[in-house]
């Protein structure tokens, strides 16, 4: 399985940080499997900011889930990020990941990861 990241670099503040994974080799819809989104800054761990799973029900990281939206299409094996009103707090490697054994904590497949800096 792999997955890819792809995206803006830069974003503006306020603006809508969108992000696409592209999954190949498996599939998005495979039973019990869960693709998560996470995330790390620059001096800090790793984040997780949520999650959709093979049956479409998300799941949100609640420090922001008032920001965020995961959503998928399946006719491209894709799931997607959007996280709204970004600050510079959210400039961070965002990574794709597939959750190990349909779980949010571990991971078996990662993506690249890409920069995304937030400035103006």
């Known amino acids: 399985v792999q997955l890819r990241e792809s995206g803006p670099g830069l974003v503006r503040p306020s603006q809508t940080l969108s992000l696409t994974c592209t999954v190949s080799?498996?599939?998005?819809?495979?039973?019990?499997?869960?693709w998560s989104w996470i995330r790390q800054s620059p001096g800090k761990g790793l984040e997780w900011m949520g999650a959709?799973?093979?049956?479409?029900?998300?799941y949100y990281n609640p420090s922001l889930k008032s920001r965020t939206s995961i959503s998928r299409d399946t006719s491209k094996n894709q799931f997607t990020l959007q996280l709204n009103s970004v600050t510079s707090e959210d400039t961070a490697v965002y990574y794709c990941?597939?959750?190990?054994?349909?779980?949010?904590?571990?991971?078996?497949?990662w993506g690249q990861g890409t920069q995304v800096t937030v400035s103006s």
């Open positions: 959709i799973t093979y049956s479409a029900t998300t």
């Open positions: 990941v597939r959750g190990a054994d349909g779980g949010l904590s571990r991971y078996d497949y």
């Open positions: 080799g498996g599939s998005i819809t495979t039973a019990r499997s869960i």
